[in-house]
């Protein structure tokens, strides 16, 4: 058991590592004022880590693991409980992880329902069939969307294979899929040594980790068989003509453009920091040129994309930064203007960082004031792709007091002087032809 413990003191924000026994990672963190507590259990496995045969079985999970388990047999049991506990759960799939999140006012009570969701589901063929139609209605409303092939296009151009396939599965594969292949999923995946628990409560460090023992502690993995391994594709910009392909979709009034550069694998806070600077400052630049100032475009922005597979401890990780926007096809042109002369190319001014640095320090002086459930949240990312022996949550805080403003102009010059890859969907040829022609100017 691997247990990481935190009092919140901002000046003191430095969360330990330690390990114990049964293989299961456990977050605790204490503030008096809470009156909730709420907790997340993530099983490091998601989507990519599906099979031939097995397709959809990641999100399937999370909706049949709510059909009845052992210490709660059926769905009156489980209405009884939440009515009587007022506990409150839900669940979501991603690429590479599934949560379970699970909130109230007793502790006890939202870890027992976590072990009985996640560690103890029934699992029937009935259950199976009873989820089938209503997964299947919700994938097919994710298919009709014109940009459902978009970005599994993008995704595979810049990751591989393994991350285009859709969260969820394709509709025809959830018709095929069986319960059989249902169980070998969470037979290889649902496994103590694959999970982290994270506590946010009033209840002291001490008395969490008593309850924690008490409903975890006994349970032990169940076969040796572990997930199937994905590694992740090389980020490669060369690979433009996956995303210039014109797609057999309906036409869409208005032309999307990605662009995506790939970021140095270094593990250190201050590269990740400046990183996070510099996709922030030109998320508000994009905006103000394209959105404020020349009415182009509706939204356009900029991120840092992370992805993670983490699960038994694989630590593979690969981080990009995107700029989005949706254009209208009489304006793409202009638009490429903009983004080549007044967003790439320039080096950034002081004035727009210092207004990004001013944000994440009252972004982070905030963390006190968060709720049991935003605290759970935040812990949930930082916890389940940390790759360190301790996390430091004040860490941005204290990196942006002393931010040196030249070394960040200078990260976003060595992003943005590498060919990113661009991914680009429009219904008028002549846009693309001209995007496929579009190499920004470096200085």
């Known amino acids: 058991l691997l247990f990481l413990w935190y009092n919140i003191d901002m000046e003191k924000s430095k969360i330990d590592v330690e390990t114990l026994d049964n293989g299961l990672s456990f977050t605790r963190v204490t503030k008096p004022g809470w ?9 490091k496995s998601g989507s990519i880590h599906e099979t031939e045969g097995n397709l959809g079985s990641a999100h399937f999970l999370e909706h049949i693991t709510h059909q009845g388990s052992e210490g709660l047999p059926d769905q009156q049991a489980i209405m009884d409980f939440k009515d009587k506990t007022g506990t409150y759960e839900n669940a979501f799939t991603s690429l590479s992880s ?38 299947i209605n919700e994938i097919s409303s994710y298919e009709s969307d014109p940009h459902y092939a978009i970005n599994s296009r993008h995704r595979e151009a810049l990751l591989g294979q393994s991350y285009a396939l859709p969260i969820g599965g394709y509709s025809d594969d959830l018709r095929e899929l069986s319960h059989e292949a249902l ?4 037979n290889r995946n649902y496994r103590i040594g694959n999970a982290v628990l994270i506590i946010c409560s009033n209840e002291s460090l001490e008395k969490q980790k008593k309850i924690a023992e008490k409903i975890f502690g006994e349970l032990e993995d169940k076969g040796k068989n572990r997930p199937t391994t994905v590694d992740l594709d090389e980020f490669n910009p060369q690979k433009r003509q996956h995303s210039l392909e014109l797609l057999d979709q309906p036409n869409v009034a208005q032309t999307r453009l990605d662009l995506s550069f790939g970021l140095s694998e270094e593990n250190s806070s201050q590269s990740s920091f400046l990183d996070y600077v510099v996709a922030n400052t030109l998320s508000r630049l994009a905006f103000n040129k394209l959105r ?28 990009y930064l995107s700029i989005d926007t949706e254009i209208l096809g009489k304006d793409t042109i202009k638009a490429l203007d903009v983004i080549e002369k007044e967003i790439l190319t320039p080096k950034l001014f002081e004035k727009d960082i210092r207004v990004m640095l001013g944000k994440i320090i009252r972004g982070y002086s905030n963390i ?38 030249e070394k960040i102009q200078n990260k976003h010059l060595e992003i943005v002087k590498t060919q990113p890859l661009i991914l680009a969907t429009s219904s008028n040829k002549k846009v693309l032809n001209r995007i496929e022609n579009w190499k920004p100017k470096r200085k």
Not at 100 to 121: C, E, I, T
Not at 183 to 186: A, D, F, G, Q
């Open 35 to 43: 009156n909730t507590s709420s907790c997340r259990l993530v099983i």
């Open 183 to 186: 169980v070998e999923y969470y």
């Open 368 to 405: 006190l004031e968060f709720d049991t459930s935003d605290f759970a949240d935040l812990l949930q990312g930082i916890v389940s792709s940390n790759r360190g022996n301790s996390i430091d949550l004040a860490g941005p805080k204290k990196l942006a007091k002393k931010a040196d403003i």
């Open 98 to 135: 599934t949560t379970y999140v699970a909130n109230g006012y007793d502790l006890r009570s939202v870890l027992y329902s976590l072990q009985q969701r996640v560690f103890s589901p029934l699992l029937t063929p009935e259950a199976s069939e009873q989820e089938r139609l209503p997964i």
């Open 292 to 319: 404020e100032e020349k009415a182009l475009a509706y939204s356009a922005e900029a991120e840092i994309v992370e992805v993670d597979n983490i699960h038994f401890d694989q630590n593979q990780h690969r981080r």
